[in-house]
């Protein structure tokens, strides 16, 4: 089996620039080029290209990917790897869900401004609020003269 680049694209639904820039990084291999100049894909890229997007639909970046790569091209390494860097990435996960029920939680609690007019709504009240700066403020790029 051999495809070209637009075949490959349609086959896993990533985008042309993203399996070039998978090529780029190392992530895919740099495939053979056809008599023309074209590249060349395998049913083996499509594997690899599905498994990395499947990697992230799961939300591993591509540095897990590749140490995902890897490990899945030595089948005798241990699985354990692979199940540490997979806890590690569901702890994360845990985290973006916990600060997210966090968010929701806020957003709820300023949901149904019933006030008459704007003036008077928390949400714009609760936006409007003065948050700590933690960097640069507007006074800080002013010169004198």
């Avoid at 070209?4 to 090529?23: C, D, F, H, M």
């Avoid at 006030?115 to 936006?127: F, G, M, N, T």
Wanted: hydrophobic share 35%; charged share 25%.
């Amino acid at each position: 089996m051999s495809i070209t680049i637009g075949k490959l694209s349609q086959a896993t639904a990533v985008n042309v620039e993203t399996i070039r820039y998978y090529e780029r990084i190392g992530l895919l291999a740099a495939p053979l080029r056809t008599p023309s100049g074209y590249r060349s894909y395998t049913a083996q890229d499509v594997a690899r290209l599905r498994f990395i997007k499947r990697g992230r639909e799961l939300g591993f970046s591509l540095e897990e990917i590749r140490t995902l790569v890897e490990l899945a091209d030595q089948p005798g390494h241990a699985c354990s790897d692979v199940d540490r860097l997979v806890q590690t990435h569901l702890v994360e996960v845990r985290q973006r869900i916990a600060d997210l029920q966090r968010l929701e939680a806020e957003l709820q609690r300023l949901a149904g401004c019933n006030q008459s007019s704007v003036k008077d709504c928390r949400i714009i009240e609760a936006l409007s609020a003065a948050v700590p700066q933690t960097g640069p403020t507007v006074d800080d790029h002013r010169t004198t003269s």
